[in-house]
């Protein structure tokens, strides 16, 4: 079946580093969503990017869509301690009904 | 407008208990689904649904049944309450399994079984 694998499964930085999350799929994708989930919360929609090279950015986050459709990266400018969580990426390949989720990385932002 | 709403926030079932974990929406969204999250292994699909009358199993499926009467309710069964059961459960919600807008998580069950 379809795998969705993010890494790294950790990150620690000093506040006011950037930080980036990959994302890889073992099948071509029509869709990539991302979450966030702070600790002890659940997880809330970011962002979903749909087109071949797609690139979206919310402030201090900018997401990417590879070419072929198979991969994607969430890169955080600046940490902030506000930026701390897990952040999941899922996937839905084509003829999919449903998105699969990656195992997610967890950030922690030293002040 | 208070989007998905799970019930219990915690519970704690002896094993072999059963019990059911309710969880409602009120944007009258099609696709339903249910998750369990345990330590280092992300979202795992249990069970979805799209559309009143209309369930599948996802990734996960053996212990846990469900059933969607309404657009409204997805309530997720636990048949036989085993230790390895002791996860947070999600329920999520969305127009459409390809809803641009994403999934609208609730705010979890957190099930221990002893």
């Known amino acids: 079946g379809q795998q969705v694998m993010q890494i790294p499964q950790y990150q620690h930085v000093q506040e006011g580093e950037d930080f980036t999350t990959y994302c890889n799929s073992s099948?071509?994708?029509?869709?990539i969503q991302w979450y966030k989930q702070r600790p002890g919360g659940h997880p809330v929609f970011l962002i979903q990017?749909?087109?071949?090279?797609e690139v979206k950015k919310q402030k201090r986050l900018t997401f990417q869509f590879g070419e072929a459709k198979k991969n994607s990266s969430l890169h955080i400018t600046a940490t902030q301690t506000t930026d701390v969580g897990t952040y999941f990426c899922?996937?839905?390949?084509?003829?999919?009904?449903?998105?699969?989720f990656g195992d997610g990385t967890t950030l922690t932002v030293k002040p | 407008n208070a989007g998905v709403t799970q019930t219990p926030k915690f519970q704690v079932l002896k094993t072999g208990q059963s019990m059911t974990l309710q969880c409602a929406q009120d944007?009258?969204?099609?696709?339903m689904s249910w998750y369990r999250q345990d330590p280092g292994m992300g979202l795992r699909l249990i069970h979805y649904?799209?559309?009143?009358?209309?369930?599948d199993q996802g990734e996960v499926p053996n212990g846990y049944n469900v059933s969607r009467s309404t657009t409204e309710d997805f309530p997720l069964r636990l048949l036989s309450a085993a230790p390895s059961q002791t996860s947070v459960y999600f329920c999520?919600?969305?127009?459409?399994?390809?809803?641009?807008?994403?999934?609208?998580f609730g705010s979890g069950t957190r099930l221990t079984v002893v």
């Open positions: 099948t071509t994708l029509s869709n």
């Open positions: 999520a919600s969305s127009y459409s399994p390809y809803d641009l807008d994403g999934y609208t």
């Open positions: 990017l749909v087109k071949s090279g």
């Open positions: 944007m009258n969204h099609e696709y």
């Open positions: 899922a996937g839905r390949s084509t003829n999919a009904g449903k998105s699969t």
């Open positions: 649904s799209v559309g009143a009358g209309i369930t």
